[in-house]
């Protein structure tokens, strides 16, 4: 399944590219620059496909690392993990 | 006879499961009156702690505290631990008969899926839905019938912190006891993306079954966390807090060494008093009460840092100070937990590295447990203070900047440097693989609770005294030793030590320090400064027969300014940022990794290191004209 395909939907960005404040629903998650390991992590942590998400705080120092809201807790993840997270943004 | 038996039928053995920050150990504390036992699991730096839970019927059972982790999958050590002793893989560990799955109640969603993957186990399992009482204050109403019946596996509410639910969780464990079957050894696979979908999924099928009214989000937290995590304000409160934590540990820790110091040494006088003069005294005096003064003059630090760390973590600040550092820390491919450890090893590093034990994966460890004793520590500054005021200029470099206190101010820096620059070349080397990930859950805030505090700074104390301080003690009395015997002949005219074991070593192997500028009795000195770095001064002073004079420390300088040229002291000033002249640290890493594989490999290094600096910086010196007495 090809991750690169899907993102040409429109309205589908990776959750790394998110902006303080944007939130959205999660619609896949994987990718092939992602080990099995990471992507698994970050399903156990709740992201996971269908699962609303909201990106809550961005570090001081670059924007990088945010913390979102996933599944009622807040992770903290560095942008590059969140690639591996597809986000369709509300309108 | 038959009473060892019924004693042994009484024990029964139940594990603690659950992610981390669902208040396990809270819990654990809890059934088990806080007797726990904490050690490490053989090899390796993953804790184990055990303890006993007292029943209504006078028996105990044995309670076994698991890491904690967020699934079996064997990513990080804990869980690789966790795994094997649910499984009955892990060689020493057995299989607990049954387990507590503890899950944080205002956090289910993610929670539960933890518990279906424990249930898949076969083990008789009790869910402890902790933290009931936040959980409902934050409007969540469950049917706690049909979770237990949709889980298949009894549900008891408790609140850990105020001893609710106990008795009944323990009474669920023993009716576990009595349809006990022994557990199955399944044939485990690692789950796939699609098992960990549908566990899920399933997580979501019971909860809407059996929540009643939803947990609303935790208010109070996400609005700290907008000054917590505000670009501005957050990072200014992060450096009050820093700072803050730094200062005690440099200061407040000097009130409670200098009782410590001032009673050992009147223990030692009144000792001596009483022997009087004599090989006997002279062991009881200056080799086991001056060693277990070495080991108890650290405690101050250990018990001041991790009181702040206690509050932190349980407060839930940390993992929010640790984001905030972590662009910092990564661009050195160490994790943000990483800058605690680093910052306390200015104070001293032996709390630094026993602090490392809040950084979960190994690397980052490792790596942090490396570099810390490269931070320059307290001890470090008494012997910058003697070389700088004897061989460095008091001038002025520009307004009020002198010389000295840049060279001073240079020292600290370059060991921050070097430190940082080493953890990017063990990231590149010995431990290269892919940049370690953040992903870290922020726990909601909490009020820290005093006695889960003193626990754990109890735990730590018995932990540093007993493993690192044994080995310290033991060290301290070999030196001694070695610095003692043999005695100086009669009629002897050098100081009685450059006659003894240390002084035969430092003479043998002052030709290899020779090309660093060093001197032999530089060289002798630096034996028993390996007990401590500032103990170094004693032995020179010891060395230079300057010994127990009046204004001893300022003679000393006198004499070495006499002695050595600039570029002997740069050299010497150069060796202490680097070198590893600390037996505590050694025993310390030995402890927190479990092997001496890892002290031995910081040894090599920092010495190493220490001699190329010193080499380098010494016949620059000399080129520049300073090589003159």
Known sequence: MSLTATLKHVGHVRLGKLEKGEKGLITQIGGIEFSVETVQRLMEMGFLEGATIEVLHQSPFGGDPIVVRVRGSLVALRRNEANAIEVLLDE | ?629
């Open chain 2, 1 to 629: 006879m038959s009473k060892l038996i019924t004693q042994i039928k009484k024990t029964y053995d139940v594990a603690l499961a659950g992610n981390p920050n669902c208040g396990k150990t809270a819990l654990f504390n809890a059934i088990t009156g806080g007797n726990a036992k904490v050690g490490n699991y053989p090899g390796v730096t993953v804790e184990r702690k055990v303890g006993r839970a007292l029943l209504p019927d006078g028996s105990t059972l044995k309670v076994l505290d698991l890491p904690g982790t967020y699934s079996l999958n064997s990513r990080t050590l804990d869980e690789e631990i966790t795994r094997n002793i649910l499984l009955g893989k892990h060689a020493l560990e057995p299989m607990p008969k049954a387990l507590i799955a503890v899950v944080d109640a205002t956090n289910l969603e993610r929670g539960l899926g933890f518990v279906l993957e424990l249930r898949e186990l076969g083990i008789p399992l009790v869910l402890a839905l902790n933290m009931v009482d936040l959980a409902k204050s934050r409007g969540q109403v469950l049917n706690l019938e049909i979770l237990s019946r949709e889980l298949g596996i009894p549900v008891v509410p408790t609140v850990a912190i105020q001893k609710e639910g106990l008795e009944k969780l323990l009474a669920e464990v023993c009716l576990l006891k009595s349809d006990l079957k022994p557990a199955v050894l399944i044939d485990w696979k690692k789950p796939d993306q699609n098992q960990i979908r549908s566990r899920f999924a399933e997580v979501d099928r019971i909860l809407s079954l059996s929540i009643v009214q939803a947990t609303q989000p935790a208010l109070w937290t996400e609005r700290l966390d907008q000054i917590v995590l505000h670009p501005v304000l957050g990072t200014c409160l992060l450096v009050l807090v820093l700072a803050f934590v730094f200062q005690a540990i440099f200061s407040w820790a000097e009130i409670p060494k200098g009782f410590i110091e001032s009673g050992v040494s009147w223990l030692g006088d009144q000792v001596g008093l009483w022997l009087g003069k004599g090989p006997l005294e002279s062991l009881i005096v200056d080799g086991m009460i001056a060693g277990v003064g070495a080991v108890l003059v650290f405690l101050p630090q250990i018990l001041i840092l991790f009181a702040f760390i206690l509050v932190l973590e349980d407060s839930g600040y940390m993992a929010r100070a640790a984001f905030l550092m972590d662009k910092l820390m990564g661009k050195v491919g160490l994790h943000g937990r990483a800058f605690i450890p680093l910052l306390s090893s200015f104070a001293c590093a032996i709390p630094g590295i026993m602090s490392t034990r809040t950084i979960e994966q190994r690397k980052d460890r490792l790596t942090t447990i490396l570099v810390a004793p490269l931070m320059t520590c307290s001890a470090r500054l008494p012997v910058y203070s003697l070389l700088i005021a004897a061989f460095i200029p008091n001038m002025s470099v520009w307004g009020p900047i002198r010389l000295q206190g840049l060279v001073m101010f240079g020292l600290y820096f370059a060991g921050v440097v070097i430190a940082l620059l080493m953890a990017v070349i063990f990231r590149m080397s010995l431990f290269r693989g892919p940049k370690p990930n953040l992903l870290m859950e922020l726990p909601t805030y909490k009020l820290p609770r005093l006695k889960n505090i003193g626990l754990g700074l109890m735990e730590r104390s018995v932990l540093f005294l007993k493993k690192a301080g044994t080995v310290i003690l033991s060290v301290s009395i070999v030196l001694w030793f070695l610095v003692s015997y043999p005695k100086a002949p009669v009629g002897a005219h050098e100081a009685a030590i450059s006659y003894s074991y240390a002084g035969i070593v430092g003479h043998a192997i002052e030709p290899l320090f020779r090309p660093l500028g060093f001197n032999w009795k530089i060289v002798v000195a630096l034996i028993p400064g390996l007990a401590a770095r500032e103990v170094m001064i004693g032995s020179l002073a010891t060395v230079y027969a300057v010994e127990g004079r009046e204004n001893g420390i300022a003679l000393l300088g006198q004499r070495l300014s006499e002695d050595w040229s600039i570029a002997t002291a740069l050299s010497l000033l150069v060796w202490y940022v680097l070198a590893c002249q600390c037996f505590s640290t050694l025993a310390v890493t030995r402890r927190e990794t479990n092997s001496w594989r890892w002290p031995a490999f910081m040894f090599l290094y920092m010495t190493s290191l220490a001699y190329l600096g010193s080499f380098t910086i010494y016949h620059l010196a000399v080129k520049m004209g300073l090589g003159k007495i």
